[in-house]
């Protein structure tokens, strides 16, 4: 069955530390990936998405992500993470073929950044 | 990208009543999304919603208990029924291609 694995379930840092947060997949079709922030008390929010191109995205808020399809990886970075940052984060992929469309979630990160 | 707009946007429902989730798109989509978050957990498929055919459910979602209309390209509603605590959720609606979220709507059952 296809699943979406997060590895890290609480992350916590310093300010102004470096950030990343493991995704990996399993599904050897194609995929479209995303990440998605859901701050205290908010709604989801979609940080960056990766349909196809540079597999280097550039999301908002500093963060950026890395599709290695080899590694049916696509992990989450910022270089310097803020207090703001603190929130739960979210990698999803989208499962295409055939007309079947669907976006399965992994478990989510909880990050915490200390001042 | 496609805003979207649920109502409401909390309940608190009696147990063995249904309530009925409105999710409203401000352009045209083929795709429709329900999902359902639960306390502390990620998020889980409930169902896919298509215009003018029957939605598909995911393993452990029956019709019965979660209904779902999509009467045009804009617009679709989720019905919960007969509610347990056990349903207390947040409910999202989301949209192809953008897959941008709702801001949800957190149910709870007594």
């Known amino acids: 069955a296809q699943s979406v694995s997060q590895h890290n379930h609480h992350v916590i840092l310093s300010e102004a530390a470096s950030l990343e947060l493991g995704c990996n997949y399993s599904?050897?079709?194609?995929?479209?990936l995303f990440w998605y922030v859901q701050y205290p008390g908010q709604h989801l929010q979609l940080l960056l998405k990766?349909?196809?191109?540079?597999?280097l995205v550039k999301g908002i808020k500093g963060f950026e992500a890395e599709f290695i399809k080899s590694k049916f990886s696509f992990n989450l970075r910022k270089p310097s993470v803020q207090w703001s940052d603190t929130a739960e984060y979210f990698c999803?992929?989208?499962?295409?073929?055939?007309?079947?469309?669907?976006?399965?979630f992994g478990a989510g990160t909880r990050l915490a950044v200390h001042p | 990208s496609a805003v979207i707009s649920q109502k409401p946007s909390r309940d608190i429902c009696q147990r063995g009543t249904s309530l009925t989730i409105q999710c409203q798109v401000d352009?045209?989509?083929?795709?429709m999304f329900w999902y359902r978050q639960q306390p502390g957990q990620s998020l889980t498929l409930i169902a896919t919603?298509?215009?003018?055919?029957?939605?598909?459910?995911e393993s452990g979602f029956v019709i019965d208990k979660f209904p779902i209309s999509r009467p045009n390209l804009t617009f679709s509603t989720l019905t919960v029924s007969n509610m347990s605590p056990e349903d207390s959720s947040i409910y999202l609606c989301?949209?192809?291609?953008?897959?941008?979220f709702g801001s949800g709507t957190r149910l709870t059952v007594v």
């Open positions: 989301s949209v192809d291609p953008t897959y941008t």
């Open positions: 919603a298509n215009q003018g055919s029957e939605a598909t459910y």
């Open positions: 990766y349909f196809s191109g540079d597999p």
């Open positions: 999803a992929v989208n499962l295409l073929s055939g007309g079947y469309n669907k976006l399965i």
């Open positions: 599904y050897g079709g194609t995929v479209n």
């Open positions: 352009s045209q989509v083929t795709m």
